[in-house]
């Protein structure tokens, strides 16, 4: 009997082990720029930008499609940072971006980005999150709400139907999430939000990410529903386990 057991928990683990196959993460894609605006007046302020993000194994299964994206995300930060260096230029200015791998599965990878930023007219932390799906990613695309709840096509192209079940999507977790802020158990302060208010600031077909089970995980930045935002506040999560979203659908 004991033998027996012995042999269906090995065959379990291995199951899991199999199941779980994350994505190997490579050396991470980053750049640092430190740069005085003038070199013989250090008075005069600095320019700083820095980012890092995932890079992973280039040979796995749904890697091309996660690479691609934050390739492309650095593409278009040259721009802006050329940009920004001749805007501030005189004031100190900051930037600093980087990441937590919150899912990472044989099934999704996923991405929570930081980004702080500092100068003369602004201090604040803002958050990204970022969805992919090993099996069904492609051309460089983070999946949809839609197409994680199941109820859009994985290729699915028309507009129209996109459109539809995001916005299906979002009315739904819009509600489940104002009735968590209303429960409140955590006692957190929302400032006066009004459900009215929410539907303004919070748009869950972009602010989500997958916790280490693959269940979604939105959020709302602090800075959209507080006036002042006190020092070390963090995002406010809403973590929704995936069967009771589809239980509402």
């Keep these: 009997m004991k033998r027996i057991?012995?042999?269906?928990?090995?065959?379990?683990?291995?199951?899991?082990?199999?199941?779980?196959?994350?994505?190997?993460?490579?050396?991470?894609?980053?750049?640092?720029?430190?740069?005085?605006?003038?070199?013989s007046d250090p008075g005069v302020?600095?320019?700083?930008?820095?980012?890092?993000?995932p890079h992973v194994d280039e040979e796995a299964e749904g890697a091309a499609n996660i690479n691609e994206f934050y390739s492309y995300l650095m593409y278009e930060q040259e721009f802006y940072i050329e940009m920004a260096q001749g805007s501030f230029e005189g004031e100190d200015d900051s930037?600093?971006?980087?990441?937590?791998?919150?899912?990472?599965?044989?099934?999704?990878?996923?991405?929570?980005l930081r980004t702080?930023?500092?100068?003369?007219?602004?201090?604040?932390?803002?958050?990204?999150?970022?969805?992919?799906?090993?099996?069904?990613?492609?051309?460089?695309?983070?999946?949809?709400?839609?197409?994680?709840?199941?109820?859009?096509?994985?290729?699915?192209?028309?507009?129209?139907?996109?459109?539809y079940q995001t916005e299906k999507?979002?009315?739904?977790?819009?509600?489940?999430?104002?009735?968590?802020?209303?429960?409140?158990?955590?006692?957190?302060?929302y400032g006066s939000?009004?459900?009215?208010?929410?539907?303004?600031?919070f748009f869950p077909e972009e602010s989500f990410y997958l916790d280490e089970n693959g269940d979604p995980v939105f959020y709302i930045q602090p800075g959209d529903v507080l006036e002042v935002v006190p020092e070390g506040t963090d995002l406010f999560i809403f973590p929704i386990p995936l069967e009771d979203i589809l239980d509402e659908l």
């Design 193 to 201: 939000l009004t459900e009215e208010d929410l539907s303004h600031v």
């Design 45 to 53: 302020g600095a320019f700083t930008y820095s980012y890092r993000y």
């Design 169 to 189: 999507a979002d009315n739904l977790i819009r509600e489940m999430v104002w009735d968590m802020i209303e429960e409140n158990e955590a006692g957190l302060d």
């Design 95 to 112: 930037t600093v971006i980087t990441y937590t791998v919150t899912c990472n599965n044989d099934e999704f990878f996923s991405v929570l």
């Design 5 to 39: 057991f012995l042999i269906l928990l090995v065959m379990a683990l291995f199951t899991v082990s199999a199941l779980a196959d994350p994505l190997e993460l490579l050396e991470d894609y980053a750049q640092e720029i430190s740069e005085l605006y003038d070199e």
């Design 116 to 163: 702080e930023k500092r100068n003369p007219d602004l201090s604040r932390v803002s958050w990204t999150g970022n969805v992919f799906s090993r099996k069904h990613g492609a051309d460089g695309k983070s999946y949809s709400l839609p197409k994680l709840l199941g109820i859009l096509d994985p290729d699915e192209t028309e507009e129209w139907k996109q459109d």
